[in-house]
């Protein structure tokens, strides 16, 4: 052990290597985060003498870890080792303290030599079948899928956050089949809103210059054209131990891999105004383990004859008609609108639907004053109006009695009554349809699907109060379900721009189908003589039209 370097006038000790790198070695500590809640060990990542860190920009690779909510921090803690305090010896910045590797990215490889346990990089995912069991590591095709799909996960956060990986190769990621998670290494090579820490640099075999010699390094597109190297090099059959080192030729995939992901992968391999965005990823690699699962789900044994079950069929039709008329599903009508082609550019408005009465038909608008919320912090727009039942084409009316039904006569005088009211209601709804704050949610019971696609609810948010005119970050906690097998995107924004209207901010992608996560934009706060300020956010479907319908929404009040 050695003494003399400091962090925030505190002193430790540096022990044994653990790892050796181009710029610079890893040394376990005795320091840690000192967070009794969750306190993490911590190693030392010290420079080589020629390595010539930007001391500036990677001061701001900590201090954007210390700006994230609580959530994204433990999130990113999860996924890679970012650095966390500098670390100075006399006047200069001699390297950082990060966390340790997590044990369940450690794997234990058979190799010629014997076993002997390793970090977990997916170099050793990038070779034949034959020697991948002979190094005794299983792999399915679901798993692979799954693996890849944490990939772009990861790189959402990223990529949401103004970071890109610039230096993406086999060596510089981990893997844990246990849960098919991964971990991302040397986050000091990556680039936080432009700025790095080196100049960047890429791994042979994996560089976009290779087949691009003009691109630009270090960017959104440069990460997506590795992510479709390493999908390419993990999901591809050959003989050849090399190939899976260096091939960026698609036709080595073999049949069985899902042609949703063969496209992506494809189009991730040009230049790079065509390459996909990572939702596009999500939503094939989503749908292949869907497919992955089906596949493989065993078939139910038979337990009767054609004659019995057909027999038994025809007992129950009635009944199973009746089953699934009651359980047919029940549509959104919340209409949302884009201004831009994509998510990330450009303003998007929400329109809040009117609050109707429960047996009014859901166009219909409200014939009395909007009622307050009973709760002073949020309420959530109606997302899923009444739907007037039909019967189906099998059911058989009603045998008519005589003397039931109106006279000609009669008809014509309801008619004539009804048609200038109908145009009334219709002028009526034209007028207030925008103009209508929204209304708390009626009882799900009486509005839901009773097996909805997606949910979202905010938990939390901050500030709870601002002052109108003045430029402020907000920072949404929420909470989502996702039942949709293509995939969801969460949005939050806020009414500055119209009253009744919500201009969405910022977006995400959802990586899995339930879970917690924390937005952070800044928008101006506006003050409304009729209606709230509010932060809104809703759950949608994920590809979806520049006009669609979202699963859920809600809405937290701000006091300005």
């Not at 966390?99 to 190799?111: A, D, L, R, T, V």
Request: hydrophobic share 30%.
């Amino acid at each position: 052990m050695r003494e003399g370097l400091w962090i925030t006038d505190e002193t430790w000790l540096v022990g044994e290597k653990l790892a050796e790198g181009s710029f610079g070695n890893v040394y376990s500590t005795t320091a840690s985060s000192g967070n009794s809640a969750s306190e993490q060990s911590y190693v030392y990542k010290e420079y080589k003498e020629y390595a010539k860190p930007d001391a500036h920009t990677l001061a701001a690779f900590t201090d954007f870890y210390y700006d994230l909510g609580t959530n994204d921090r433990d999130y990113l803690d999860s996924i890679c080792c970012w650095p966390h305090q500098l670390v100075e010896d006399e006047d200069s910045t001699s390297g950082f303290l990060m966390i340790q590797i997590p044990e369940k990215f450690y794997c234990s490889i058979n190799f010629s030599s014997g076993p002997k346990l390793v970090e977990a990089k997916f170099e050793h995912l990038l070779l034949p079948d034959r020697l991948l069991s002979r190094r005794h590591i299983p792999l399915s095709d679901k798993e692979r899928y799954k693996l890849l799909l944490s990939v772009v996960r990861g790189l959402n956060f990223f990529h949401m956050h103004g970071i890109s990986m610039g230096d993406f190769s086999h060596s510089n990621l981990l893997f844990s089949l246990d849960d098919c998670s991964v971990f991302f290494l040397d986050c000091d090579s990556f680039s936080l809103d432009g700025a790095t820490v080196f100049p960047q640099t890429e791994t042979g075999n994996w560089g976009v210059r290779e087949r691009y010699p003009e691109e630009e390094l270090g960017t959104e597109k440069s990460d997506i054209y590795k992510l479709g190297l390493l999908a390419l090099r993990l999901l591809m059959k050959s003989d050849n131990p090399s190939h899976y080192q260096a091939s960026t030729n698609t036709e080595r995939l073999p049949a069985q891999v899902d042609a949703g992901v063969k496209g992506v992968i494809e189009n991730s391999l040009k230049d790079a105004p065509n390459r996909p965005p990572l939702a596009a990823w999500s939503a094939a690699l989503r749908t292949a383990i869907v497919r992955c699962v089906s596949a493989t789900a065993p078939k139910r044994p038979a337990t009767a004859s054609s004659a019995e079950r057909a027999s038994k069929a025809t007992s129950t039709e009635s009944t199973s008609r009746e089953e699934k008329h009651k359980a047919r599903p029940r549509q959104s009508s919340l209409p949302v609108t884009s201004t831009g082609s994509t998510p990330a550019s450009g303003v998007f408005n929400v329109f809040p639907v009117s609050a109707t009465s429960q047996s009014a038909p859901a166009s219909a608008p409200s014939s009395s004053p909007p009622q307050q919320s009973q709760s002073p912090y949020k309420r959530k727009l109606s997302a899923n109006p009444p739907v007037q039942q039909t019967p189906y084409p099998h059911e058989e009316p009603e045998e008519k009695k005589d003397g039931d039904g109106l006279g000609p006569v009669a008809v014509m005088l309801i008619i004539g009554i009804l048609i200038p009211i109908i145009l009334f209601a219709a002028t009526r709804s034209c007028s207030t349809y925008a103009s209508n704050s929204p209304q708390p949610r009626p009882a799900a019971s009486q509005t839901q699907d009773s097996n909805p696609t997606g949910t979202i609810e905010i938990s939390a948010a901050s500030p709870s109060s601002a002052q109108a005119g003045v430029e402020t970050t907000f920072s949404v906690a929420v909470k989502y379900t996702s039942r949709n097998t293509t995939g969801c995107i969460i949005y939050a924004g806020a009414n500055t721009e119209i009253a009744d209207s919500f201009s969405l901010y910022t977006e995400y992608v959802l990586p899995d189908t339930s879970g917690t996560y924390t937005f952070n934009f800044t928008c101006t706060p506006k003050k409304w003589d009729d209606h709230f300020f509010g932060i809104y956010v809703n759950i949608s479907e994920y590809p979806h039209p520049d006009s669609w319908n979202p699963l859920d929404s809600d809405v937290a009040n701000i006091k300005l």
